[in-house]
């Protein structure tokens, strides 16, 4: 452990002195973790590839006032994650002027592709059913249920990315789940 971060330190600071090459590695190193999270909250890999964009274009604006505080990977996914919300906020926020409610529309059911072509129609269905209910899950609760559920981080991993602790993930985790059970409920043929 000792000797990663002594080799991500040495990689942040070649990159603070300008070392285009080092930045190249540092973003082939977690390009494909980056869209994966950003993917989790936009579930466009088009808008998730700019968003990742974004994230790397803010870390080489700013790589100079890294304090080393946090890991690189937890500076760089909490990034991903804080870009993915101030996206999907901004999107809501045009389709309120559509006179749209829900982000997820119906038509992007032909658009799923979970890198399973066998997923059925009625499977795609379920997953756009329970991505409507995670949208309509307050932030925090979203944030917390994307990272540790779809994103398959731990609970110590998701309380760092939110800069809180353990037992408040916890308590995220558990009403998130209540909230999404009471969406879910008048959908539950569909689901189960």
Not at 48 to 56: H, K, M
Not at 93 to 119: A, H, P, T
Request: glycine residues 4%; positive net charge.
């Amino acid at each position: 452990m000792k000797m990663i971060m002594q080799s991500e330190k040495l990689l942040i600071k070649q990159i603070q002195s300008g070392d285009n090459i080092a930045f190249r590695r540092m973003v082939e190193l977690h390009h494909l973790r980056v869209i994966h999270i950003c993917l989790s909250f936009v579930h466009s890999p088009q808008d998730a590839e700019d968003i990742s964009q974004e994230v790397f274009i803010e870390v080489y604006k700013s790589i100079n006032t890294y304090r080393f505080d946090a890991s690189l990977s937890t500076w760089l996914y909490r990034l991903a994650v804080n870009k993915s919300l101030d996206f999907l906020r901004q999107k809501k926020r045009k389709k309120r002027g559509f006179g749209l409610v829900n982000s997820v529309d119906r038509n992007e059911l032909e658009s799923i592709n979970y890198g399973n072509d066998d997923v059925g129609i009625e499977e795609k269905e379920r997953i756009l059913l329970l991505r409507s209910a995670i949208e309509k899950l307050p932030e925090r609760q979203r944030v917390a249920i994307t990272l540790s559920k779809i994103d398959e981080l731990g609970q110590k991993e998701v309380a760092e990315l939110m800069q809180t602790t353990v037992a408040s993930v916890e308590a995220l985790l558990i009403r998130a789940k209540k909230k999404l059970h009471q969406l879910l409920i008048k959908h539950k043929q569909e689901i189960f």
